[in-house]
C-alpha cells in the first residue's frame, strides 16, 4: 500500500537558516504529493503540491521538487522565519474516486529568533 | 475561502457516554468528507470517507458501529463516537474535498476528545 515517510523531529533552527525537511514515499502508479503545514491551533493548511515527475511546487518561499527517480518530495527554504514554526506534514494521493491522502507522521518545526 | 469549521474543539466526557463532532464547509460545497485519528506523534490515520447522501466508508479496522458518520448535507457532516471508552481519547480531525478542487483537502482545526 501507499506511504509516505518523513525525517523524524523536532527541528530547531535559528531565524534566516536553511531548511530542509526530508520526504520518501511509496505508492503504485503516479501519485500527487503534498506538503501541508498546521500552525499551532489551527488545521492543516496546503502549503505546495506537485503533480507530476519534476514539477516543483512553491509558496511562501518553500519548495520541493517530485523526484520519480528518488521517490522524493523534500521541503527546502532558503531562510526561515519564527512564524514558520509549525508542524509540517508531507502526504501523497494516489488518484482514485475520492483522492484520499496518506499522511506522513509530520515534523515539528520551531524557529528562534 | 474554503473554510472549513469543526466542533467542539475540546470535549471531555464519561465513559460510556456518546459524543457528536461536527464538521461545516462554509464557503463551498463540500462533495467528499473525511475523518482522521490523530494519536501523539503519529501521522493522521484516515478513519472513513463520506459523500453526502450515501452510507461512509470506513477502512479497515475501523468499527463503523462505533464511530457513526452522517453526512446529511454538502455543508455538514457529523462524526458520533458511541459508547466511549478512554481508548478513544484521541484527536479528530475533518477535511473536506469541493468537487472543482478534486486532489486538495480543507481541513478544520480538530477536536480534542478526553474519556474519562
Known amino acids: 500500500g501507499d506511504s509516505v515517510t518523513q525525517m523524524e523531529g523536532p527541528v530547531t533552527l535559528s531565524e534566516e537558516a536553511f531548511l530542509t525537511i526530508n520526504c520518501t514515499y511509496t505508492?503504485?502508479?503516479?501519485?500527487?504529493l503534498f506538503w501541508y503545514v498546521q500552525y499551532p491551533g489551527e488545521g492543516l493548511q496546503l502549503l505546495l503540491k506537485a503533480t507530476k515527475a519534476d514539477d516543483k511546487g512553491s509558496n511562501k518561499g518553500f519548495e520541493a521538487t517530485y523526484r520519480k527517480e528518488t521517490t522524493s518530495f523534500h521541503l527546502e527554504k532558503g531562510s526561515v522565519q519564527v512564524s514558520d514554526s509549525a508542524v509540517y506534514f508531507c502526504a501523497l494521493n494516489s488518484g482514485g474516486s475520492n483522492y484520499k491522502l496518506t499522511f506522513g507522521k509530520g515534523t515539528l518545526l520551531t524557529v528562534n529568533p | 475561502g474554503a473554510v472549513v469549521s469543526q466542533h467542539p474543539s475540546w470535549v471531555i466526557c464519561k465513559s460510556g457516554t456518546s459524543v457528536k463532532i461536527e464538521c461545516r464547509s462554509l464557503d463551498f460545497q463540500a462533495t467528499t468528507m473525511f475523518w482522521y485519528r490523530q494519536f501523539p506523534k503519529q501521522s493522521l490515520m484516515l478513519m472513513a470517507t463520506?459523500?453526502?447522501?450515501?452510507?461512509?466508508?470506513?477502512e479497515q479496522g475501523v468499527e463503523k458501529d462505533k464511530f457513526l458518520i452522517n453526512h446529511a448535507s454538502l455543508t455538514l457532516s457529523t462524526l458520533t463516537v458511541t459508547s466511549a471508552h478512554p481508548e478513544d481519547s484521541s484527536f479528530y480531525i475533518c477535511?473536506?474535498?469541493?468537487?472543482?478542487?478534486?486532489?486538495?483537502?480543507?481541513f478544520g482545526a480538530g477536536t480534542r476528545l478526553s474519556v474519562l
Open positions: 477535511s473536506a474535498r469541493r468537487g472543482l478542487t478534486k486532489n486538495i483537502q480543507y
Open positions: 505508492a503504485t502508479g503516479y501519485p500527487s
Open positions: 463520506s459523500n453526502e447522501g450515501s452510507k461512509a466508508t470506513y
